[in-house]
């Protein structure tokens, strides 16, 4: 079955700099756009990054635009996100996802891995 | 990208249907038949229930049902039951391959 394992969320001061993973199992993980979405308890779901297959195209939501960056090793199936410039508004739950085949939605999402910002 | 515009609540009870709407605009959920709803309890990594506006995952129950008109689209949930209170999303794509979610409805079983 699809398992996605995230990992690397701790907690850093502002404009510190993190690395989020995510260990893909049970599909061809090579073949799938895979995307980061958080969660904070004041706004709700929130969509973040994603990535092809061919790991060369790449798009971000324009409040991590710059900050943050996608890269994905197929061959380790693993998905990262660094994250730098961290801000306080920053802080969530970091969930990855994996999309569905048709490349438009989000059809099986891991546990989550907690970032906080704060002084 | 604005967010979707979802209600923040919704209360039915057991065996009645109730919908749950989200607004976008012209750039987003009128622009393309890709809205995707997801079902979250607390504690709990959302699930996809409906994409592309009206189709449903494999497994998924069929008292989920997806509709899309303009720019507006709905989730309804018929025959409504316990297991269904849980906060619902909607999500859009959105042009340059970004994705847009709603504020989240929180639904309750009375």
């Known amino acids: 079955q699809v398992q996605l394992v995230e990992s690397g969320g701790a907690v850093v001061q502002p404009g510190g700099s993190l690395r989020l993973s995510c260990v893909a199992s049970?599909?061809?993980?090579?073949?799938?756009?895979m995307h980061w979405v958080r969660q904070t308890p004041g706004k709700g779901l929130e969509w973040v990054a994603f990535i092809r297959p061919d790991e060369v195209r790449t798009s971000y939501a324009g409040s991590v635009e710059g900050r943050f960056t996608v890269s994905r090793d197929n061959s380790k199936n693993t998905l990262y996100m660094q994250m730098n410039s961290l801000r306080v508004d920053d802080t969530a739950l970091y969930y990855c996802?994996?999309?569905?085949?048709?490349?438009?939605?989000?059809?099986?999402w891991g546990q989550g891995t907690q970032v906080t910002v704060s002084s | 990208q604005s967010a979707l515009t979802q209600p923040a609540s919704v209360s039915g009870s057991p065996g009645q249907s109730i919908t749950i709407s989200c607004t976008g605009t012209s750039s987003d959920v009128g622009s393309y038949n890709l809205v995707s709803w997801y079902q979250q309890h607390p504690g709990k990594a959302p699930k996809l229930i409906i994409y592309e506006d009206t189709k449903r995952p494999s497994g998924v129950s069929d008292h989920f049902s997806g509709s899309k008109s303009g720019n507006t689209a709905s989730l309804t949930i018929s025959g409504l039951q316990a297991e269904d209170e849980a906060d619902y999303y909607c999500c859009s794509y959105a042009r340059g391959d970004t994705w847009v979610f709603g504020g989240g409805t929180k639904v309750t079983v009375l």
């Open positions: 996802a994996k999309d569905l085949a048709n490349g438009y939605s989000f059809e099986y």
């Open positions: 049970g599909f061809r993980f090579n073949g799938y756009v």
